[in-house]
């Protein structure tokens, strides 16, 4: 079993690229899942940007699905002044765009203007000192993506593909890695592990991919602090003809630490007399 570190891994060939080796047990479908895919990317965008600037945004696009393999890895950057710098990075495949995403990092600056962010619905910072602990998702290999095997989920909610009525739309829930992980990588790796908010409401399985998908780091997570568990509350926006628009808050210690958006297809026909 490939560890999410080793997935994640880097290597740097040239002034601009880099590449990776994608696993085949991280696998999502026909494609490699979209967390390690933004992981990577985040990665080498940090990398570009220095390590004075952190990185506050990353808005990710998946244009063509990534088999396992190598992959190649180029960055460029769109723009840089005294406070952030703008990259774009790709992943390709024997030439075709698999990934492209866009990462804005940042120093900090002075301000006098503060707004916490949302408290959790649990203040528990962990299942089992929480009121309702949730459920394990069990790995259930050929219902659910390859990848989750390495992710601890625990569901405070209707499981995925068990025909729920409107509760089946948010998700609340806590999470972690099962296998080493650790940096900013980390964190956007167990970010991207839930599914589309409304897949508790299709009444068997049904596939569902990412279009696109921005995250804000509104608060570092504090070191070691990504390698223990997440709480994750998801909501839906709009659901409709196969679309689904959503926001999701991710809390490390009782703190926001991001907050994120996405727009996902859900592939859920009726049933035909």
């Not at 909610?157 to 025909?163: D, S």
Request: proline residues 10%; aromatic residues 8%.
């Amino acid at each position: 079993m490939t560890s999410f570190e080793e997935a994640a891994a880097v290597t740097r060939t040239g002034d601009a690229t880099w590449t990776a080796t994608l696993p085949p047990d991280w696998g999502q479908g026909r494609t490699t899942f979209g967390g390690l895919q933004a992981a990577l990317a985040t990665t080498v965008g940090a990398e570009v940007a220095g390590p004075e600037r952190r990185v506050r945004t990353l808005d990710v696009g998946f244009p063509a699905p990534l088999a396992a393999g190598p992959v190649e890895i180029a960055a460029e950057v769109l723009g840089s002044g005294r406070s952030t710098t703008q990259v774009q990075v790709s992943l390709r495949q024997d030439g075709v765009l698999g990934c492209r995403a866009y990462v804005v990092a940042g120093i900090d600056r002075a301000s006098s203007i503060a707004v916490p962010g949302p408290v959790p619905s649990s203040p528990a910072d962990a299942p089992d000192s929480a009121d309702d602990p949730g459920t394990e998702l069990p790995y259930l290999e050929g219902l659910v993506p390859v990848f989750t095997q390495h992710v601890d989920q625990r569901w405070c909610g209707p499981f995925p593909f068990t025909g729920a009525g409107p509760e089946g739309s948010t998700i609340d829930g806590w999470c972690r890695h099962r296998t080493p992980a650790s940096g900013l990588a980390a964190v956007v790796g167990i970010l991207d592990a839930w599914p589309p908010t409304v897949l508790s409401m299709a009444s068997g399985p049904s596939p569902a991919s990412t279009v696109r998908w921005s995250a804000h780091f509104v608060e570092p997570v504090p070191p070691g602090a990504e390698k223990g568990w997440f709480r994750y509350e998801a909501r839906t926006v709009h659901a409709a003809a196969g679309y689904v628009t959503s926001y999701a808050r991710l809390y490390s210690g009782g703190r926001l630490v991001v907050w994120s958006e996405q727009l996902n297809m859900v592939y859920d026909p009726r049933p035909t007399g």
